[in-house]
């Protein structure tokens, strides 16, 4: 909003949204596209809107032109470009892009996937791999919470506190993806950080093969760590861009003492190769590859150790739809060939329903909706998680005059006072493993507009 406020000061004719609503979550996103709208027909401006999420074209443009390899390929009006495309890129771009509610199966599926400069989609199928219900978990969460202190000056005390994880527990078992999905500020990262103690909780157990990892030393938690890793939002920030992606792939592996330098490198060719960089790629910088061939490498790094869990932190977020596609089908394969478990940070939800088995839904720091995928997103039971959902822009112009809840405002201050108790929360079985917190008058209003 700040750079859009800027944008204005002009009083411009034409303003120029360069993926102004890339990254952002679902409820902001909408906000910010309900904003550009009545601030154009305020305003009588022209907006050029450069984006490759087809559902915020669908949305927001009159007319649009699709571009291929630096050219125009094919322009029309929007709701044209969806109904009659003629050329075959553009096709593929719209049938490439995942749909809420399409899904076909309970278990995750693949995503369609247009190759980079294709002119045809892969077709979506279901993943066979299943998850069994009856093993024990091998990760146990139990009443995590981590709250940052607030002081008002140098001198002064802490005077309130941010409950960024406020008792938030789980289970997540061999082969499965748990996905935490909420709007950004709610405690997503901040769990994902804590469980690998990057950031230090100051209550709760997490139980990794049976070991609480709060409760290690150092030495031993670097041990602990090789089980479970973790893939950030940006790859190029957390690549060394001084070191060769074949020695940031094999780092791990000689800082754990597993493998000598040598060899660790050899092992590096081979991880990369596996998700499909070419070994001769090795001695190439993270400056001289791609979004999505960075985040391939990125992946790579997190396997290094053999993990048995990946904590995926907004890992597709930034990536357009068919480098998304890419990547999460890639996990998707590892999880099948490798038994790897997932906890999967995303904001994005047509993503989320692809991929997960379990779905945990957060606001303010809390867990407010938990269960199996297809629960979540067919029987939403939290005000909050309608929101979420209803907040997904459709790629189908004829649905833009729908009526959509767009939550208004942000995201509820978190800041508590010093003194502040949290209440106790009560929540209530929907079906077998989806639970709902019971809310209170505040989403009162919200459940009572549907």
Request: net charge neutral.
């Amino acid at each position: 909003r700040a750079m859009i406020a800027m944008a204005l000061a002009c009083k411009p004719a034409l303003l120029i949204a360069d993926e102004p609503t890339t990254a952002l979550d679902v409820t902001v996103q909408a906000q910010i596209l309900q904003l550009l709208k009545d601030l154009q027909d305020e305003e009588g401006m022209s907006i050029l809107f450069i984006t490759h999420d087809m559902g915020v074209v669908a949305e927001i443009a009159d007319r649009t032109v699709v571009m291929l390899n630096g050219a125009c390929v094919e322009a029309d009006a929007t709701a044209g470009i969806f109904a009659r495309a003629t050329h075959p890129y553009t096709r593929s771009l719209i049938a490439a892009v995942p749909r809420l509610g399409t899904k076909t199966s309970s278990e995750p599926e693949y995503f369609p996937v247009l190759e980079q400069g294709a002119l045809d989609v892969t077709p979506a199928a279901a993943v066979s791999h299943r998850v069994d219900q009856g093993v024990e978990p091998i990760l146990k969460v139990r009443g995590l919470t981590r709250r940052f202190d607030v002081a008002s000056g140098w001198l002064s005390g802490v005077t309130a506190r941010v409950h960024a994880v406020e008792n938030v527990s789980f289970d997540l078992r061999r082969g499965e993806t748990l996905s935490l999905v909420g709007e950004s500020g709610c405690g997503k990262s901040t769990t994902g950080r804590s469980l690998m103690r990057l950031i230090e909780p100051q209550a709760g157990s997490v139980q990794l093969n049976g070991k609480d990892l709060l409760g290690l030393d150092s030495n031993t938690l670097r041990t602990a760590r090789r089980d479970i890793q973790m893939i950030f939002q940006d790859p190029f920030a957390s690549l060394d861009p001084r070191m060769t992606v074949g020695d940031s792939v094999a780092q791990p592996m000689v800082v754990h003492g597993l493998a000598a330098r040598r060899q660790a490198r050899l092992k590096a060719v081979e991880l990369l190769r596996r998700v499909g960089i070419p070994a001769d790629a090795a001695t190439r910088f993270p400056q001289q590859f791609s979004g999505g061939q960075r985040q391939r490498i990125c992946i790579a790094r997190a396997l290094a150790l053999e993990p048995k869990i990946i904590v995926a932190d907004e890992a597709v977020s930034a990536l357009d739809v068919s480098i998304k596609g890419q990547v999460v089908n890639l996990l998707l394969d590892l999880q099948r060939d490798l038994g790897l478990s997932y906890i999967f940070i995303s904001h994005d939800m047509a993503v989320v329903e692809r991929v997960s088995h379990r779905v945990a839904v957060m606001y303010l720091g809390e867990i407010v909706e938990m269960g199996p995928a297809a629960a979540i997103f067919g029987n939403p039971q939290h005000p909050y998680t309608k929101a979420l959902i209803a907040a997904v822009p459709a790629p189908d112009p004829s649905l833009r005059d729908r009526s959509r809840r767009v939550p208004v405002g942000e995201l509820k201050n978190p800041i508590r006072p010093a003194d502040y108790k949290v209440p106790e929360r009560a929540y209530r079985t929907v079906s077998a493993d989806h639970v709902v917190q019971i809310w209170g008058a505040d989403w009162e209003a919200v459940a009572a507009t549907g």
